[in-house]
């Protein structure tokens, strides 16, 4: 083996590995979106198949061989080769210590267990969909043994969303948030409730649908590389690179709003993907980094822009027009109260910025005592309502609208959610550096989102998974992450809407 | 090697093969359902790899000493092993004599083919497909030479498409239709008219794809296992097996009956493929076993089912009732009549039963010429238009409408068109069979098609591939093959809608 042929064979190896990924997240796409309901057994068949050729393409002596001899010229090379090599070698580790077989059922388990869920949750069946979490909790916690006996399995999977991330950090953290936001929300709660009548109603799908495609090209995403569909839950996924993106909304008929801020919230994610660099395209360093920067992007769209002021004040003409009736009793200062309406909920995804961040922490706090074995998947339900009800003061009245609301944990997301609440942080902190040098609210008012992409492409995107998430906010703040500007941020918002 | 685990490898490999395909057609199938407009070259880099994984697989040294072992204790195997190996046989011989990076640069031709091709019929503009096709073509011709150099280049592809077909055979069967198409057309020229304008309108697109859904299970479609697309040319395809099918349609609001009968036609395609046997699933035995079959069985519930007068008896209530507007002029007669009406028309899909051969022999003489070497690419709209003028005595007004109004080119099929003619003619000779124990029109005028579909399944989808398109003649005919029954029915339907 000599440096160039290796060199050579490292692109290739990811050519590869790329057109497996594409199959395999095409597959799961097609089962969320398009695929008759009785088909899961089939594609799960699949891609078992498939998984096991990528763990062997993976952890194959000729690849093996190939990383171990780059690694040991390291200094050979650039630093984007240094940090494919690093990517590639972590995986690999990973892998190599998960038998091939529980690797492949465990992967033929989520395919399955999120038909049983979409299944269980249209029926409210938690009965249904409990042995497949189980099966999902206990591989989770079974793989993060293999792969790091002496790490807490919790933390282990923080880390792999997060670089950095700990049970330690992330208790601190919402520690932080909860102290200022628990009485922000009492405080709003004081104050005369906000009218969300404007934007409840009957809505065409038709119409919500259009509104989606035009929010898409406002915020400038390439509608020739970003497709859109309708699923259960909204999602982002790139295909084999990112030239190929799609996200999803669900239109509720009866709210306008609720689509039109998952795809400004996809839409984030899909502008951070499609925005790395070309030649990242097929390379493990293509994509977003990590799913808290990710959520910084896709949280700092749907909220920081999306719900803002300038923002709503452009919007609103634009639904007023396609929706005439509906909307002409009502103003864009209407529209802005109503998407910013402070209220306790039961659906995470529809919940307003300030509680937000406690449907993540009760997320978090099930999480962490299931996989340190002090909850069992069966009493799962129960410790749910407990917190809603002690974090939001609200009784859930079935487990469709309960524990069984979010597709993370079906397809296997344990220690996904802290991210969310993380990202939004970032965001708000994001937006004081921003503003040094783009006028962020005259931009939003024109709906012209040019400088706000091209800071952002700058920053953070086009990076790919370069640099490390750290890396990206030391680079971007200038000092260290500190939540204080997502809860100045989130009390500013208040004290406007509240009148606080 | 031993007997035992070369026979458990033998469905391995197929297992393998299936997941490979199940990837490529789906990718395909996303290509032409959902994909954004430009994300054709990430996803053939894509198909382009997975191809060469297949072509890998196939070829593979392993792969060729299984089935060359297998093949010597060919008398100890079932009769579906014995046919599982002569089939994989054949493919490798295929593959082995084109050289690798020819064929995956073909794959990956084809798929961006597709998509110019799709632009290029919006644009009428066939100059821009043109370069693709003749590399098609070029391809084509080269492949058939390289694996089987003696025989005729389009000869091998007939029999590609459909075993033992020879363009001496197709000449002799369009001979026989023609001598009687052609004054049949004119008879009914000579007659008055029938009117179609029950089926013209604007109907909406929401209300056809419910009266395509219900239609679907009205066939007996299994729901679960059956999905139905739109895209600008209808197709079918399953996915990895027979447990997971998709069919598409095209809308037009200015004609109902279009998507109505081309969900009926793909419906039989798809009939067909989930019929198979369930053991089948996951091997080459695994859906119809070859395109004459299939479209016998398309075009038979199309045409011979779906426009006949029970049917249409049985379908018009539905109809009414979901554009009663529309449709309160008109009786079930008037709807007969209407998709009974002979018309010479511009595009092959919307032709009626009797034209309908014309435009498949137009194609096949084109394509005769092209793959001969005595027509070019180039040349080849002047030579559509010429055809039509003289088969069907219309004039062309643009590609659109003319030499681009076909998908199938632009995916390689050339030799593909005349099993269209060839089953629709297979059908009519079931038809008589299907007579003699069940009570066709009788099932038709309840739309109960569980005793037709019954006798179908028993005589010919239960098999898959496992018999040959002779031995199923044989079988299911009892008597050699006859397109005077075709020619019988055709006039038959002629003399009742025009009063012959």
């Not at 670089?163 to 700990?166: A, D, H, N, R, V």
């Not at 939001?392 to 079935?398: C, S, T």
């Not at 309960?402 to 979010?406: F, K, T, Y």
């Given at each position: 083996m000599d440096l160039t042929n290796a060199r050579e064979r490292l692109i290739t190896l990811q050519d590869e590995m790329s057109a497996y990924d594409h199959a395999l997240s095409l597959l799961s796409y097609d089962g969320e979106t398009t695929a008759p309901k009785g088909t899961a057994d089939n594609r799960a068949h699949a891609m078992g198949i498939l998984t096991e050729a990528v763990y062997k393409l993976s952890t194959g002596k000729e690849t093996v061989e190939l990383l171990e001899y780059l690694d040991s010229r390291k200094e050979e090379l650039s630093q984007k080769e240094q940090r494919m090599v690093e990517l590639l070698i972590k995986d690999i580790r990973f892998l190599q210590k998960i038998p091939m077989d529980e690797y492949v059922a465990y992967e033929k388990l989520v395919v399955e267990s999120e038909s049983v869920w979409s299944k269980a949750k249209v029926e409210n069946d938690y009965k249904a969909f409990a042995p497949y979490l189980e099966k999902i909790f206990d591989s989770r916690i079974r793989f993060a043994h293999y792969v790091n006996p002496d790490m807490d399995p919790y933390d282990f999977w923080l880390n792999e969303y997060e670089?950095?991330?700990?049970t330690q950090k992330v208790d601190a953290f919402f520690g932080q948030l909860k102290a200022r936001l628990v009485p922000l929300i009492r405080k709003c709660a004081g104050k005369p409730q906000v009218s969300d009548a404007c934007i409840k109603g009957d809505f065409s799908e038709d119409k919500q649908e259009k509104l989606a495609k035009w929010l898409m090209e406002v915020m400038g995403l390439d509608m020739d590389r970003v497709g859109l569909s309708t699923t259960e839950h909204p999602f982002t996924t790139s295909l084999g690179s990112h030239l190929d993106e799609r996200i999803t909304t669900h239109y509720y008929r009866e709210d306008v709003s609720y689509s039109m801020f998952s795809v400004i919230h996809e839409g984030g994610h899909a502008l951070y993907d499609t925005g790395s660099d070309g030649d990242l395209a097929y390379t493990v360093l293509d994509g977003g980094v990590s799913m808290g920067i990710h959520e910084s992007q896709s949280r700092f769209y749907e909220n920081i822009l999306g719900r803002s002021k300038p923002f709503c004040r452009f919007l609103f003409p634009r639904i007023q027009e396609l929706f005439p009736e509906e909307m002409k009793a009502y103003t864009w200062q209407d529209f802005y109260r109503a998407v910013n309406r402070v209220s306790p909920s039961l659906i995470r995804t529809e919940a307003d910025e300030v509680t937000y961040c406690l449907h993540v922490m009760i997320r978090y706090e099930l999480e962490k005592k299931i996989m340190a074995g002090g909850l069992k998947v069966p009493e799962l339900p129960e410790a749910w309502n407990r917190l809603y009800e002690e974090y939001?003061?609200?009784?859930?009245?079935?487990d469709r609208r309960?524990?069984?609301?979010?597709s993370h944990w079906s397809f296997g997301?344990?220690?996904?959610?802290p991210s969310y609440a993380l990202g939004s942080a970032y965001g708000a902190q994001f937006l004081q550096k921003m503003r040094e040098t783009v006028d962020v609210d005259a931009a939003l008012e024109k709906g012209d989102f040019a400088a706000i992409n091209q800071w952002n492409r700058e920053q953070i995107w086009r990076f790919g998974s370069l640099l490390t998430p750290a890396k990206i906010l030391e680079n971007v703040l200038g000092e260290p992450f500190d939540p204080t500007y997502y809860l100045d941020y989130l009390e500013e918002k208040c004290k406007d809407v509240y009148g606080l």
């Open positions: 670089e950095g991330l700990t939001l003061g609200i009784q859930v009245p079935d309960g524990v069984l609301q979010d997301a344990v220690g996904y959610f």
